[in-house]
Structure formats: C-alpha cells, structure tokens
C-alpha cells in the first residue's frame, strides 16, 4: 500500500554546490526530507522499475532518512534499490555502484566534511545515471519542484532491516543491501599496480591513513591493510562514527593537524595521507612535505602513466577555475586539452562523459579520473603510492623534482568562515562593481592585468554558467580570487585563493604564506576585507 501525502513547500530547499546542505534540526522539520526526495523524484523522468542507488556517510541521520527515500522510492515505482550495509557508501562507491548497475540514480547523504551529529550538518544529493552528481539543469529544476510542492507518495511499509547483506521488498520494490566496500575494493586493484605498493609495504614502508571517523574506514582496512599489506594500525580512526568523535571530518592542515605534526616529525611515517567525511577528499603528505591539492593534481597527472589504468596517456585534464595552474604546464608538456571549470565536480561530468579528460581535480582536496564520476580519496592515496612505488623515490623529491621541471605555483587558500551574509554580499557586490576599473592600477606593488567574473561555457552541451568567482590576475602570472562557498550551512564563507608562478628553482624553499605575502595584501586592499567582515585575520588557511 501507498500513501500519498499532502505537504506544504518549504522555500530554503535550493541545492548548493553539492546538493542541499542544512543543520539536521532543519531536516528534521516535517515532510522536509520527504518533500526534496519528492522534488527530486519529479524532476527527473523515466524511472518506473528502474534501480536506484542510496547510501551515505554513516553522519547522524543517514539511517532515518535512507528509510524514508526506500520507502518514496518504492511508492514512486523504483524496480530496485541497492543500498550499502548499515546504509554506509562513500560518495565514490556509490558512484561506481551507479555506473556498475547501469542504475538511472542515486541518492547520497552527506555533508562531506562537515561536522555531524543531532544539531550539525546533514546533505542530500542526487547523482546521474552516469553516476555523478546532477548538473545545474537538474538542480535548478529539483529547487523550482521544491517551492510548490503539495503532496509526496510513500510506502506503507516496515523499515529494511540495512545491517543484513540479502534481498528485501519494499511494497512492490527489491531492495538489495550489499558489501558497501567490496565493489569499489575491486575496482581499485583493477586500476592500480598491487603487486608493487604490496611488495613496497613488505619491504618496510610504513604510512598512516587518518579516515577521521568517517566513512573511508572500513575501505582503508580492506584495501590498504588486507589486500596491500600495510601494517595492523595504518588506518587510524577507522570505525565510522555519526558525529566523527566530535571533529570536523575536513582533511585539510587545521582538522587533520595531529598527521600533520606527525609527518614534520623526526620518527614520520614515508607517507600521510586522510580522507574527509563521505571520503571523496583526500590530503596527501609525505614525509617533511605537504603536498597542496594543486599540486597533488599536477604531480598526479604527470606520472599517472605509471599506473596500469593510465599507462596510455591521459587524454585530456580539467581542473575548476580556483585550482592553480600547475596541472596546466603538465598539459602543456604532454600535449593534451586542459579545461577549466567553475567549483563543483557537477562541471567534470560532461568532459568525463565525452572522453576529453582522464584526470580532474580541485583545490578543495578533491582529486579523481574516469573511473567513477565523483572525486575519489582513496584513489588519489593509491595512485600516489603506486607513483612512490614505481619511481622508488620519496614523495619530497618527487615534488621537489616535479617543481624544477615546471616551476612552482605557489598557492594557498584563506577562509573567512561564518561571515554575515549581507556582509559578504556587500563585499562581492563592491568588487564587482570595481571590477572594470581595475585593469592597469597598481596594487600593493602589483600591477593588475586583468579582471572578471568567471563565466564557464560548457564546450559538451553548450550551456553556460556565470558568477563563478572574481579573479583579478596580476602582471607576470599571480593572481587572486574570491567567492563565496557554496557548501556552507552557517552565514557565509568567503574565500580567497592566492597564488604566484615560480620559475626560479633557487626560490621554491620559501614559506608558502611568505611567498604570497605581497598578494595576500594586495587581496584585502581589492576587496576590503576587514572593513567588509570585521576580521583582522581569515579563520582557516589552507
Ligand atoms: C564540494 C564540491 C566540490 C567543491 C567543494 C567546495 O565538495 O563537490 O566540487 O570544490 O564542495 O565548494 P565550495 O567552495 O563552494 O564550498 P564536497 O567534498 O564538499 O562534496
């Protein structure tokens, strides 16, 4: 039996940059969850007995709401749902799951790498049949659905019992509960050279993998300690916990700090490495080196052929606007399309999808290839180990020798977190209106080249997408950029992206927030940052 339910819209359902991020009390409020899943439901066509994919990170919720979306999926006329056991899939396996069963969806719960439990943050988000998330077409339709919703259907039926690998029904629908780690295990090893990090880890290489309590715990175990050989104890934090012990599951040099201060230790491990909250974000560090995610993508791209899957060559690389432009003098140098596109790995899907690119990746510790459409942690850290294998050098002299070959970018994020929303559109509104008149003024000392707005055209669909970001690039190749973030569940959060080309070698050992220091003023002078947000300094710096 089938319910259909009258509800009212709720007018704050409008997806971010990653699906529709909020506090949990806000989805807890009634029909909440269940008018967006509906929302979602209606926006897409063509699924009667078709199979959806559902899983998340395990974060306060998951459970009740993956209840709820079985049971709307089944009253919707879903033929099949496979969902993780214990309602657990990393954002890159559900990924896989989606590709590997030829699935029209899925639906994934997660709010990435912020803080859960019952008053923190909760997410959902719809992917495609090509298993990545929605493009803007289809988010912008789920909001429009959202704000004159007025009635849901859902299965009259008991709760799946999501701890007991089998078949179920659900009303008139199958529900698979399946390995959550198995599938995405496999494909793994089908990528990467196992033979080589399994006989680097039994010739004693020793690494660390935080999983900050998230959900790449289970997968760090299988892969890296049961099929690699790692040692018992090199994934840390491995049981997935709903609130991640009370941290921020963000692997970045602030919440993963405890790795950090390991890895600049005397008795550091050969390698570092953590994943984020639903583990599509990887942090890469080798011993004495913190590898920025700008750089992990140009290092990647350019040794990627030493890996099986990618012993061909990569087609083409894509990287969004605010990632630096190292990956570009890869790109450059092998001879292959580079693309740049707005913040979202929505934007990836098409070049994935049309084979112009192999590898993508993001400032915001996302990197990732063709196998899935998602960005993959564990898959940056296994590619980096099978590079670490096959060249035998450590991960300082890969870098250090990747930085003399092309020069070095030197790069740092600065985030002001928890800003008051008409402050930080206050701020934005003022640069853009200063924006033609800056080309040719000198800031600071730097002589501003050119100004915008980033505007993306999609070179697959045609279709465009404007307001990306501000970019203000400087005289010689330096250049900052503000936008506001679209994940944040508390004010705003404005951030500023830094970066300068260095070619000398004889300069690449200088402190990075140093090396920036001329154009970290040069930022607050464009855009008044203090005057705009009250803060004397940003409150994470990455
Ligand atoms: C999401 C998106 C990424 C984006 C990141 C930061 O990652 O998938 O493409 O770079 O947010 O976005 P923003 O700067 O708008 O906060 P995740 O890991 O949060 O799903």
Not at 50 to 70: H, K, M, P, S
Not at 242 to 271: I, R, T
Not at 346 to 373: P, Q, W, Y
Not at 466 to 475: D, P, T
């Amino acid at each position: 039996m089938n319910s259909i339910v009258k509800t009212v819209p709720y007018d704050d359902q409008k997806p971010g940059t990653s699906g529709l991020r909020k506090k949990v009390p806000v989805f807890q409020q009634e029909n909440y969850v269940e008018n967006f899943i509906q929302s979602i439901f209606d926006s897409v066509a063509g699924y009667r007995g078709e199979t959806l994919v559902i899983g998340g990170d395990g974060r306060y919720f998951n459970r009740e709401t993956i209840q709820t979306a079985i049971k709307m999926a089944a009253a919707n006329g879903f033929g099949r749902v496979i969902v993780g056991q214990g309602g657990i899939l990393s954002t890159p396996a559900a990924s896989h799951l989606i590709r590997k069963n030829e699935a029209f969806g899925g639906i994934v719960l997660s709010a990435s790498h912020n803080p859960g439990g019952p008053e923190e943050d909760f997410g959902i988000k719809y992917n495609v049949g090509n298993g990545g998330p929605a493009p803007e077409k289809i988010t912008e339709a789920i909001y429009q659905r959202t704000l004159v919703i007025d009635r849901y259907a859902i299965a009259d039926s008991p709760d799946i019992d999501l701890d007991t690998i089998g078949t179920f029904q659900a009303g008139d629908m199958t529900v698979e509960v399946v390995d959550s780690v198995a599938d995405y295990a496999d494909l793994m090893e089908s990528l990467f050279d196992f033979d080589a990090i399994r006989a680097m880890f039994s010739g004693g290489f020793r690494m660390v993998f935080d999983a900050m309590h998230a959900v790449t715990g289970p997968y760090a175990v299988e892969i890296l300690e049961k099929r690699l050989g790692a040692e018992h104890g090199t994934a840390r934090n491995a049981v997935p916990l709903p609130d991640f012990g009370g941290h921020h599951p963000d692997p970045n040099l602030v919440h993963a700090k405890d790795l950090y201060d390991l890895m600049m230790s005397q008795n550091a491990p050969d390698f570092g490495a953590a994943s984020d909250g639903d583990g599509d974000r990887n942090l890469i560090i080798g011993k004495g080196i913190f590898v920025t995610p700008s750089d992990s993508l140009a290092m990647l791209a350019a040794n990627a052929h030493l890996a099986p899957a990618y012993k061909a060559g990569l087609k083409g690389i894509a990287r969004s606007m605010p990632t630096s432009a190292a990956a570009d003098r890869v790109a450059e140098k092998l001879g292959i399309g580079m693309y740049e596109t707005p913040t979202g790995w929505k934007f990836f899907g098409n070049l994935l999808d049309a084979g112009l690119v192999t590898i993508c990746g993001e400032e915001s510790a996302g990197t990732g290839s063709d196998h899935v459409r998602e960005k993959d942690g564990l898959w940056a850290v296994l590619l980096w180990l099978n590079i670490v294998a096959a060249r035998g050098e450590s991960v300082i002299d890969i870098a250090g020798k990747h930085w003399a070959e092309y020069g070095r970018n030197y790069y740092s994020r600065h985030d002001y977190e928890g800003v008051d929303t008409d402050d930080a559109n206050a701020l934005m509104a003022a640069l853009k209106e200063k924006l033609p008149k800056l080309p040719g003024t000198t800031v600071k000392g730097l002589k501003v080249a050119s100004a915008d707005d980033f505007s993306y055209l999609d070179p697959v669909d045609g279709s465009t997408s404007s307001n990306q970001g501000i970019r203000v690039l400087f005289e010689g190749g330096s250049r900052v950029v503000f936008r506001l973030s679209g994940t944040g569940t508390t004010g705003a959060t404005l951030r500023v992206y830094i970066e300068r080309y260095e070619p000398d070698p004889a300069r690449h050992d200088v402190e990075t927030q140093e090396a920036l220091s001329d154009l970290i003023a040069a930022a607050d002078a464009i855009a008044s940052i203090r005057k705009h947000t009250g803060r004397p300094t940003p409150s994470v710096i990455t």
